[in-house]
């Protein structure tokens, strides 16, 4: 019975640190994009290369595609361990390790679509540019 106990808690232990793991990477994904987006684009239009700019719109049109379909991929995930549509449980007031457990995946949830949202806008100023003068 005991081992058992231990088996349990061991297995919800790793559940919820993959859960707060997840919350971190939608924005991670975020900054990761915008930090290679904008220094991309600091070091081509430093250099003075006008042929590159075409170039620069590709990659990070591709890094943008990548980190968006990274970040649906998370979203999904936090969008099962939230549970919403099996329950309909829309307060997870318990305290326990059930409503704990759809909490964080409801806050990645959340975090995913604001991190979208922020990818979307990092890449526009890039993609949008007609030259770096």
């Known amino acids: 019975m005991i081992q058992a106990n231990k088996k349990q808690d061991a297995q919800e232990f790793r559940s919820e640190a ?7 990477f939608g924005p991670l994904v975020w900054a990761v994009h915008f930090a290679l ?8 239009c430093a250099k003075g290369d006008a042929g590159a700019v075409d170039s620069l719109r590709l990659g990070v049109g591709i890094g943008t595609a990548v980190a ?7 979203a999904w995930q936090a969008w099962k361990q939230w549970d919403l549509v099996r329950d309909r449980d829309w307060e997870n007031d318990q305290g326990n390790g059930e409503d704990r457990h759809q909490f964080l995946g409801h806050a990645a949830f959340l975090l995913a679509v604001i991190s979208f949202i922020g990818v979307s806008y990092v890449a526009l100023p890039v993609l949008l540019i007609g030259s770096c003068q």
Do not use: M
């Open 68 to 74: 968006l379909a990274g970040i649906i991929w998370l």
């Open 18 to 24: 993959v859960s707060l793991w997840r919350i971190t």
């Open 37 to 44: 987006s904008y220094g991309a684009t600091a070091v081509i």
